[in-house]
C-alpha cells in the first residue's frame, strides 16, 4: 500500500482554508495541515517532513525564497505550488522552479497539478459512493447512472445534498436541518 502524500498549505483566508479542508477530505490520499501563521509555519517546516507545500504568493512573497530554501533542505525537493493574484506575476522570482497558479483557479487544476508531482490516476483518488446503479461522485461534481451508461455533471448544491443525504443515512432528518 502507498503512503499518504502530506501537504503543507500556507493561507490565512478562512473561506479559502474551508475550501482546501472540504476537498481534500474527499480524497484519502492526502494528509494536509493547514497553517495560517508564518510562526507557526515556519515551526513546523523545521519540525516535519511534507511531501508538497502549497501556499499563497502573496502572503509570503517578502520571505518567499527563504521558506522555499528552507523548506527545499528540510525536504530534499522543490514539490511546491504557489498561487498569486494577477496584479503580483511580475514578483515572482523566476529562478524557482516550482509551479505557479494565477488566482482564481479551479481546484481541480491544483489536484491536477499535485498528480503531476506523483503520476497518481486521478479518478483513483476520488470517494465514489455507489447507490444502486448510481455512482456519485463528490470531488468531480458527477453523477453516473451505471445502468445506462449516462453521466451528469451536479451544481454545488446537488452535491452538497447528496453528501448530506449520503452522511445521514438511515436516520431521520427533519426538514429544518435539510433546509439548512
Do not use: G
Amino acid at each position: 500500500m502507498k503512503k499518504n502524500i502530506s501537504i503543507l498549505i500556507y493561507e490565512n483566508d478562512f473561506f479559502l482554508n474551508s475550501i482546501f479542508t472540504e476537498q481534500f477530505s474527499n480524497i484519502d490520499r492526502y494528509e494536509i495541515n493547514l497553517i495560517n501563521d508564518h510562526k507557526k509555519l515556519t515551526e513546523v517546516i523545521d519540525r516535519n517532513l511534507f511531501d508538497v507545500f502549497i501556499l499563497n504568493f502573496n502572503l509570503s512573497k517578502v520571505i518567499f525564497s527563504n521558506l522555499m530554501e528552507k523548506f527545499e533542505t528540510k525536504n530534499k525537493h522543490r514539490n511546491i505550488i504557489a498561487y498569486y493574484d494577477d496584479k503580483e506575476k511580475s514578483l515572482i522570482p523566476s529562478k524557482y522552479n516550482s509551479l505557479f497558479l494565477k488566482k482564481p483557479f479551479r481546484i481541480r487544476t491544483l489536484f491536477k497539478n499535485l498528480n503531476e508531482f506523483y503520476d497518481i490516476k486521478y479518478s483513483n483518488l476520488t470517494k465514489a459512493l455507489m447507490m444502486d446503479n448510481v455512482k456519485f461522485t463528490p470531488l468531480e461534481k458527477t453523477i453516473h447512472n451505471i445502468k445506462n451508461n449516462k453521466k451528469e455533471r451536479l451544481t454545488e448544491k446537488e452535491t452538497n445534498l447528496l453528501k448530506f443525504f449520503n452522511n445521514n443515512k438511515n436516520k431521520k432528518i427533519p426538514k429544518n436541518k435539510i433546509v439548512k
